[in-house]
C-alpha cells in the first residue's frame, strides 16, 4: 500500500443516506480534491494524488455490497497503488444519461484536466461500464476496462435486451450515446463478460474492435464484478492492465482463482446437471470433496453415479469421502 495516499480515503462513511454522504463527502475531500453534485442523481468526487488518475463510475446504491465503509471501490485502489481517483456516481441506476454529468465532462475536456495525468484509466461494471466506455472519449489515449457493460438500450440496436425495457426512455442516440463508438479514441481496453448470459454476450458484440481485448468468463453470472471481488482478483487485474502487463495468457492464468470459488462451483453445478452432463458432474464434485466436503456436492456425486448406472454412462473411478 503506498504511504502517501490521501488521508481522504481513510474516512468511513457508513450507515450515510445520499444526501449525508455526499455532504460528507464534502467535508473529506476539501483538502486534496472535491465533490461536486452533478444535479440531484449524480456527483462527481475527485482525490487528487499521482499522475496516475483511476476514473471510476459507480452507483451509490451497490456501494454497501463492496465496502463497509461505503466508500466508492475505486478509492481501494487508488489508496494501493497512490493514484488519483475521480468517482462518477449515481443516486440510482441511471446510466449517467444526464445533461449535467455530459457538462462535467465538456469542462474538464475544455480546462485540460485530462492532460495533467500521464496515464487514465476508466473503469466501470454493468450500467457503469456503459458510462466508463461513453465518456471514455474525453481523455483521448485512456486505457478503459469494463466488465459487463451495455452498449446501448436504444431499441433501435437493443430492442432484443428485455431486461431494462422501463429505462428506454432515456435518451441514448445524444452526446456521448453508443458506448462502442466512444472507444475509437481510447489506447486500449480490457472487457470482460459472461457469454452463459446471452444479453452480455451480444452487448459484448457490438463492442468489437481491434483495441478491445475480450475475455468470457463462463458461469460467473449477473454480478460479475462482485464475484471478481469475492475471489479477490479485481484490483489484480487492474493493476496489471496499468502496467501493460495484462495478456490474455496473464488474464487466464489469473481467472484460474475461481476454482477455488464455493458460488462459482455451485453455479457450474447447476449448469451442468440441468444438461445431465453426469461424467463431468461426478469430476467436479470429486475436485470439490477433496478440498472441502459439502451436503451439496456429496448428493449431486451420488446422483451422478445413480444417473450413470441408469443409462449405462461410463464414469470416472468412485472415490472415498
Same mark, same amino acid.
Given at each position: 500500500?503506498?504511504?502517501?495516499?490521501?488521508?481522504?480515503?481513510?474516512?468511513?462513511?457508513?450507515?450515510?443516506?445520499?444526501?449525508?454522504?455526499?455532504?460528507?463527502?464534502?467535508?473529506?475531500?476539501?483538502?486534496?480534491?472535491?465533490?461536486?453534485?452533478?444535479?440531484?442523481?449524480?456527483?462527481?468526487?475527485?482525490?487528487?494524488?499521482?499522475?496516475?488518475?483511476?476514473?471510476?463510475?459507480?452507483?451509490?446504491?451497490?456501494?454497501?455490497?463492496?465496502?463497509?465503509?461505503?466508500?466508492?471501490?475505486?478509492?481501494?485502489?487508488?489508496?494501493?497503488?497512490?493514484?488519483?481517483?475521480?468517482?462518477?456516481?449515481?443516486?440510482?441506476?441511471?446510466?449517467?444519461?444526464?445533461?449535467?454529468?455530459?457538462?462535467?465532462?465538456?469542462?474538464?475536456?475544455?480546462?485540460?484536466?485530462?492532460?495533467?495525468?500521464?496515464?487514465?484509466?476508466?473503469?466501470?461494471?454493468?450500467?457503469?461500464?456503459?458510462?466508463?466506455?461513453?465518456?471514455?472519449?474525453?481523455?483521448?489515449?485512456?486505457?478503459?476496462?469494463?466488465?459487463?457493460?451495455?452498449?446501448?438500450?436504444?431499441?433501435?440496436?437493443?430492442?432484443?435486451?428485455? +431486461?431494462?425495457?422501463?429505462?428506454? !426512455? /432515456?435518451?441514448?442516440? @445524444?452526446? %456521448?450515446?453508443? #458506448?462502442?463508438?466512444?472507444?475509437? &479514441?481510447?489506447?486500449?481496453?480490457?472487457?470482460?463478460?459472461?457469454?452463459?448470459?446471452?444479453?452480455?454476450?451480444?452487448?459484448?458484440?457490438?463492442?468489437?474492435?481491434?483495441?478491445?481485448?475480450?475475455?468470457?468468463?463462463?458461469?460467473?453470472?449477473?454480478?460479475?464484478?462482485?464475484?471478481?471481488?469475492?475471489?479477490?482478483?479485481?484490483?489484480?487485474?487492474?493493476?496489471?492492465?496499468?502496467?501493460?502487463?495484462?495478456?490474455?495468457?496473464?488474464?487466464?492464468?489469473?481467472?484460474?482463482?475461481?476454482?477455488?470459488?464455493?458460488?462459482?462451483?455451485?453455479?457450474?453445478?447447476?449448469?451442468?446437471?440441468?444438461?445431465?452432463?453426469?461424467?463431468?458432474?461426478?469430476?467436479?464434485?470429486?475436485?470439490?470433496?477433496?478440498? +472441502?466436503?459439502?451436503?451439496?456436492? !456429496? /448428493?449431486?456425486?451420488? @446422483?451422478? %453415479?445413480?444417473? #450413470?448406472?441408469?443409462?449405462?454412462? &461410463?464414469?470416472?473411478?468412485?472415490?472415498?469421502?
Amino acid at each position: 500500500m503506498s504511504s502517501d495516499y490521501p488521508q481522504a480515503m481513510d474516512a468511513s462513511l457508513a450507515g450515510l443516506d445520499w444526501s449525508k454522504w455526499l455532504d460528507r463527502m464534502q467535508q473529506v475531500t476539501d483538502e486534496d480534491g472535491f465533490t461536486e453534485p452533478l444535479g440531484e442523481n449524480h456527483a462527481a468526487i475527485l482525490v487528487e494524488n499521482n499522475t496516475t488518475l483511476l476514473v471510476t463510475f459507480e452507483c451509490f446504491e451497490d456501494l454497501e455490497a463492496q465496502s463497509n465503509e461505503l466508500q466508492p471501490f475505486g478509492w481501494k485502489i487508488a489508496r494501493t497503488n497512490g493514484w488519483s481517483h475521480l468517482c462518477i456516481t449515481s443516486k440510482t441506476t441511471t446510466w449517467f444519461r444526464e445533461p449535467r454529468v455530459y457538462g462535467f465532462f465538456d469542462r474538464m475536456v475544455d480546462d485540460g484536466f485530462f492532460d495533467e495525468f500521464d496515464q487514465v484509466i476508466f473503469y466501470g461494471a454493468g450500467s457503469c461500464g456503459y458510462a466508463a466506455a461513453a465518456f471514455s472519449v474525453a481523455a483521448p489515449g485512456a486505457r478503459v476496462f469494463l466488465i459487463q457493460p451495455q452498449a446501448t438500450l436504444d431499441p433501435r440496436l437493443a430492442e432484443w435486451d428485455q +431486461r431494462y425495457r422501463k429505462e428506454r !426512455r /432515456r435518451d441514448f442516440t @445524444t452526446r %456521448y450515446g453508443f #458506448a462502442p463508438d466512444m472507444l475509437d &479514441a481510447c489506447e486500449k481496453g480490457v472487457l470482460l463478460y459472461d457469454p452463459n448470459i446471452e444479453e452480455d454476450a451480444m452487448h459484448s458484440a457490438l463492442f468489437s474492435r481491434s483495441n478491445i481485448m475480450r475475455f468470457r468468463m463462463r458461469h460467473m453470472g449477473g454480478f460479475l464484478d462482485r464475484g471478481l471481488m469475492r475471489v479477490e482478483i479485481l484490483e489484480q487485474l487492474i493493476n496489471n492492465f496499468a502496467a501493460d502487463t495484462l495478456t490474455l495468457e496473464k488474464l487466464a492464468h489469473i481467472y484460474r482463482a475461481r476454482r477455488n470459488d464455493v458460488p462459482y462451483l455451485k453455479g457450474l453445478l447447476f449448469r451442468l446437471e440441468d444438461e445431465g452432463r453426469w461424467y463431468q458432474i461426478a469430476r467436479l464434485c470429486q475436485h470439490v470433496m477433496r478440498k +472441502r466436503p459439502g451436503p451439496r456436492f !456429496r /448428493r449431486a456425486l451420488r @446422483t451422478a %453415479y445413480e444417473r #450413470a448406472e441408469q443409462y449405462g454412462i &461410463a464414469m470416472p473411478p468412485k472415490e472415498s469421502f
